[in-house]
């Protein structure tokens, strides 16, 4: 636990560079190319600061509240623990100095929280989202996000006035673990359920499924519900991988099966053990998307200037505007060529014709000009791609080894 | 099991006397009505006289020879266990004074089996099947059939000459229970296993799953194997009801692996517990299985009657039984009514106007015809349906209890 929170260190130095090398050096290229006209709004430095999200999701009373307050070791501002449905808003539990509660809307504005994006869903959402600040140094390497318990039948949709699955889509896909809890006790599936699972299915990678409340169980019946578990999870998840479920009983009591006990405390032990790697593993993941987004942007920047270069100094330059649209394959295919891009660097034609159909090519900026510093903005990036980075890489211990 | 093997006595004498109604009674309305023409080949006393079936099916190597082995306390002949495939015939496991194999050709000859019906597969199967005769006792009650392992790849089809999912559609629709094994040391579900899995699950009521083995592993293996195994089973096992799979070593050797021990030997118990239960559940499921033909058998002879006095007694018969033919949901509508039969107990539309259409309609049977002995067979049928039968299922215990 001491090395994992010593990586956990180096691994913040480690964000903290690569926002200063995005902001720096990727920022302004994705400005200078009207980057975000094409779709791509830029990054906010939150997204760089916060700490991995953790996403719980399951039924009700499956447990995520209890789960959290048993990772912090305490209770949670504004938390509630109950047999029935309890918690009714999506919270995010993040380090504080101070034990409080912040509303959403307020949440989404505040620095250093990769929240502003889900203004999107409106005041409906917002009214149903809230953080938990609570100082417990667990929260410095990660934000844990709760959420209510997937009701069945109208329950879920009355009560809700925004889409829950697409709220859980936009948690999902910025969490770098999801972990779905389940009541050995009421194992059924329902529609609801199912439809968040096929939600989540998405990142299967990143599912680790709890089978909770294990010791409440005698040891046979509790291998029923666990292939019963399996056999409906391999039903809706559509990967030949099987998903990792632990088994287990996440909260401060003592276990009160001895014939499960040993196992329980082997599978919690590894749930806990993944949950601790995962400051580092998700800076490796963070910095992987970043590389990703350097080399399409890169490519973007070409292709612009490519298009720039296409135009005449004076007339003809509508005819040339289009005859160049009507052949992007074969610009494409140049540009490919000369730069020596992979395919996968390349955005979706058809998308790319109808965002840069809206500008004047003339316009577009140069590499070699002056909106790009002559060329040093390109320098700047194979730089940051071909040794900054790597040396990023190489300092979160046990990437390149045999861990 | 005392009380286990006082059921099986009853039930084979329930089967004998369910045989003599058979041939006294249901036989002699089958041959007076052609009920065999029309795609009922009567049944033989094998199968009233044979014990019910359970078949083993599963990958090479998984243990099914050793799981017979083990269940008879003792080898059997012609057996041969062993690391690499070594069963290579499908073996029909039965009791016999004297210790002696079999050959195909011979045993589906024997009075008393109820193999008849697989001489359809030909020579080249029968060479690939025997019985082995072996005086234990348990075997009174059920017969096994031990059968070939399922290999993977070309290894499969090259070394057989007959098709293996076929017969073992053969032997699965004829048993009562249908043991899969699998040995956790080798999960991977074969394309060819998976192609069995199919087969057999049209009887995923019959299905009982053994993960084989089990003491292997470490406790945290195992469940991760049967996970896996749960997983690849509901993919391929098309029904929501999760099937039953038994955690389990079936030999002689003692359990190696304490932290397991109590949970196999409790699902081991429970799998022999299904076993001692089946000649109760066969008998039961023999008596459903005739009280149906008997239900269709009636709904055939009234359905023939009705065509029959419907004929004209001089001129223009071709014409009528045109007539009666284009017209056959009014006849069969017309007896369903009289009658007061159920929809479900009628034949195929189609199929019975192609197999009455080769009929002479004047030499169709009446019932209150000679040989139908004016009326006094279809009193029988009524009889054996309203008490005889029910009779019968009474005198097996459990069966309108609380068990
Ligand atoms: N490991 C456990 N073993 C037994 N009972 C538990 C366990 N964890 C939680 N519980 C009990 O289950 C109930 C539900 O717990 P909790 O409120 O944490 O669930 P939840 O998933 O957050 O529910 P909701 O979706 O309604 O917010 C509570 O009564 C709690 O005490
Ligand atoms: N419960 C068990 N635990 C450990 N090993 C076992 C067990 N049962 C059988 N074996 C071993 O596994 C091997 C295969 O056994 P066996 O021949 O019974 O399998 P099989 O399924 O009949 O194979 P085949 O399909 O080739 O006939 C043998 O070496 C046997 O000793
Ligand atoms: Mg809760
Ligand atoms: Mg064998």
Chains 1, 2 share one sequence.
């Not at 690569?18 to 990727?26: A, E, F, H, S």
Request: hydrophobic content about 40%; proline content about 5%.
């Amino acid at each position: 636990m001491s090395s994992a929170s010593s990586y956990a260190v180096i691994a913040k130095e480690v964000m903290e560079e690569l926002k200063t090398l995005y902001m720096n050096t990727i920022l302004p290229v994705e400005e200078a190319t009207s980057y975000s006209s094409f779709g791509f709004s830029p990054l906010n430095a939150g997204e760089f600061d916060s700490p991995p999200l953790v996403l719980l999701v399951g039924p009700y009373s499956a447990g995520k509240t209890t789960f959290i307050e048993h990772l912090l070791g305490k209770k949670f501002p504004g938390q509630r623990v109950g047999p029935e449905p309890t918690t009714d808003k999506f919270c995010a539990v993040l380090h504080g100095e101070d034990e409080r509660v912040i509303p959403g809307n307020a949440l989404t504005v505040t620095p250093g929280t990769p929240f502003k994006g889900l203004q999107m869903f409106g005041n409906n959402f917002l009214t149903r989202f809230e953080g938990a600040q609570s100082n417990v140094d667990i929260l410095k390497n990660l934000t844990l996000i709760d959420s209510p318990g997937v009701l069945s039948g109208e329950k879920q949709t009355l009560g809700r006035s925004y889409s829950y699955d697409d709220v859980l889509n936009w948690f999902a896909e910025r969490s770098d673990m999801i972990i779905l809890l389940f009541d050995v006790q009421k194992l059924d599936i329902s529609d609801e359920m199912g439809s968040a699972i096929k939600v989540l299915q998405k990142y299967s990678d990143k599912i680790k499924v709890v089978l909770n409340k294990a010791d409440t169980i005698s040891h046979q019946q509790l291998m029923k519900v666990y292939g019963a578990l399996l056999w409906s999870l391999g039903k809706v998840i559509d990967t030949p991988e099987v998903t990792r479920v632990y088994i287990g009983s996440f909260w401060s009591e003592p276990l009160k099966n001895e014939d499960t006990a040993p196992l329980l405390e082997m599978e919690m032990a590894d749930l806990l053990r993944d949950l601790a790697a995962l400051p580092r593993m998700g800076a490796v993941r963070k910095i992987n998307d970043i590389v990703k987004r350097i080399r399409q942007i890169r490519t973007h920047a070409v292709l612009l200037d490519h298009l720039r270069n296409a135009m005449p100094s004076m007339f003809g330059k509508e005819k040339k505007k289009a005859e160049l649209l009507s052949d992007l394959p074969t610009v494409f295919r140049t540009v490919m060529k000369q730069h020596n891009i992979s395919v996968g660097d390349f955005p979706e034609l058809n998308k790319f014709k109808r965002d840069v159909e809206m500008i004047d090519f003339t316009e577009l900026p140069k590499i070699k000009g002056g909106r790009m510093l002559k060329g040093k903005r390109m320098q700047d990036i194979e730089e940051a791609l071909n040794s900054k980075i790597p040396a990023m890489l190489n300092r979160i211990p046990g990437i390149t080894g045999s861990d």
